[in-house]
């Protein structure tokens, strides 16, 4: 399979890139920043719920040194987003967009690996658990604990993650083709052992439906990067290469990444927000032999805010390129076939 990275480009006009001017510095250093201050806002996040450090905020109402060293943190943030820019002034937009493209792909990559490996290793526990056959394999003290969520999931699902980043880094596709398959497959399955055995189990259904919404959110930001998203308008179509930059320039920051930024302050506000805690208390469904993986979708609201944050990002900085008429302007790009 083809590396999904490697796009062919045209040039536009006569257009010239336009490195290190005040523009393109300004489009980098905010496309950096916003990377960067996502960063030290997740890390700070787990300080507040896990830790019990008082925030950011509590600087001016009692909060004391661990607020001032939140607040220096995104100082810091910003700063070093600064140097990235500052470093090598030549690198034009469409070299940074593409950089950042790289490392998104990784990261779903990474998300795709992991949610197949957690499924079927989860799918195996159990059922061998609702046969009653999982207490004569590993021992009856393992079998009750691996029927605890605080226990299957630290023990089982976290190292399968690990396993997952891992293969991340050796594989060349992003897996979206593999996991469709293997969700038709899990469907045929539920049909035969239905239909011809008639036997059915929770956990049959749970792995579709795990599998399912991975796939969805997930390649949402590569959908984004091969504008597959369906735009609903009567305008853009007919704009002109500058004209479509300068509407995915402002239409990028304005909803895109105000979107992202929403799901993941109210999915992470508090102990008890949506995402938050349902992985914190390693969330399951009601049903006693199904997966135990409910946290793990909650999760997937967050992955697809980070993974659309970070692709906006690079979609902002190709859309500047795109509004300065820089050469490079990818051949798909513009070109969505429903408006």
């Not at 820019?85 to 795709?112: G, Q, Y």
């Not at 691996?146 to 991340?168: D, E, N, T």
């Not at 897996?175 to 035969?192: K, N, R």
């Not at 949506?274 to 909650?298: D, H, P, R, T």
Request: charged fraction near 15%; proline fraction near 2%; hydrophobic fraction near 55%.
């Amino acid at each position: 399979m083809s590396n999904p990275d490697s796009r062919a480009v045209h040039h536009t006009g006569s257009g010239i890139e336009h490195p290190g001017d005040a523009i393109t510095l300004g489009a980098r250093f905010f496309g950096w920043a916003m990377l960067t201050v996502l960063t030290v806002w997740f890390v700070n996040v787990v300080l507040k719920l896990s830790f019990g450090w008082p925030g950011a905020l509590a600087l001016f109402d009692g909060g004391g040194v661990l607020s001032a060293i939140e607040v220096a943190s995104y100082l810091i943030a910003v700063a070093f987003a600064g140097w990235i820019v500052t470093r090598d002034k030549t690198v034009p937009l469409r070299a940074d967009s593409a950089r950042i493209h790289r490392f998104n792909l990784f990261v779903v990559r990474a998300a795709f690996f992991i949610v197949l490996f957690v499924g079927l290793g989860d799918v195996i526990v159990s059922a061998l658990r609702v046969e009653n056959a999982l207490e004569g394999i590993v021992g009856s003290d393992l079998s009750r604990d691996l029927g605890r969520s605080q226990f299957r999931g630290p023990w089982l699902h976290v190292p399968l993650m690990i396993l997952g980043v891992v293969c991340a880094f050796f594989a060349r596709t992003l897996g979206f083709h593999w996991l469709t398959l293997m969700i038709v497959a899990a469907e045929l399955m539920i049909v035969i052992t239905r239909f011809v055995f008639s036997y059915e189990q929770a956990f049959m259904g749970d792995l579709v439906r795990f599998w399912y919404a991975a796939l969805f959110l997930f390649a949402s930001a590569y959908t984004l990067y091969e504008e597959g998203h369906v735009r609903v308008d009567i305008f853009y179509a007919g704009m002109r290469n500058r004209s479509k930059g300068r509407v995915n320039t402002f239409g990028t920051v304005l909803l895109g990444m105000g979107l992202c930024w929403t799901i993941l302050i109210i999915g992470l506000g508090g102990p008890s927000a949506i995402i938050y805690g349902a992985v914190a208390n390693f969330e399951v469904s009601q049903s006693g032999f199904g997966l135990y993986v409910k946290y793990m979708m909650a999760a997937f609201l967050g992955v697809f805010a980070l993974t659309m944050l970070i692709q906006f990002v690079s979609y902002f900085m190709e859309s500047v390129a795109d509004w300065r008429d820089e050469p490079g302007t990818r051949l798909n790009r513009g070109d969505t076939a429903a408006h």
